[in-house]
């Protein structure tokens, strides 16, 4: 399973990107995929999350500004991300949780058993 980030760059405060994380390899079962980010100096935070289903859940610093979705063939994830501030400024990473062997996604998200990209940095001025 390999996963790879992009989109990330430089914008100004109130500015907008999308990020892409394609997602190749083993997939068929894929419980979820997660963004999160973590800035110099700081924990990692999840950012957003969309799960087999559908569900979808957002970090409380990022609700209404941020959106996650994925591709008809669930092998493409993104994040729009508006309305952007100087506190967004971090490297953003992708993950999967991928069961092998599948387990019907019973069970909470190991972050450490997880696949995760190499990330990309995204950095907001003001």
């Known amino acids: 399973v390999q996963l790879v980030e992009s989109g990330g760059g430089s914008v100004q405060a109130g500015g907008s990107l999308k990020l892409s994380c394609a997602v190749s390899?083993?997939?068929?079962?894929?419980?979820?995929m997660y963004w999160y980010r973590q800035a110099p100096g700081k924990e990692r935070e999840l950012v957003a999350s969309?799960?087999?289903?559908?569900?979808?859940t957002y970090g409380d610093s990022v609700k209404g500004r941020f959106t996650i979705s994925q591709n008809n063939e669930k092998n493409t994830l993104y994040l729009q991300m508006n309305s952007l501030k100087s506190e967004d400024t971090a490297e953003y990473y992708c993950?999967?949780?991928?069961?092998?062997?599948?387990?019907?996604?019973?069970?909470?998200?190991?972050?450490?058993?997880?696949?995760w990209g190499q990330g990309t940095q995204v950095t907001v001025s003001s």
């Open positions: 993950a999967a949780d991928i069961r092998v062997p599948y387990d019907y996604c019973s069970g909470p998200w190991r972050p450490d058993f997880g696949y």
């Open positions: 390899g083993y997939t068929d079962s894929n419980c979820g």
């Open positions: 969309i799960r087999s289903d559908g569900r979808t």
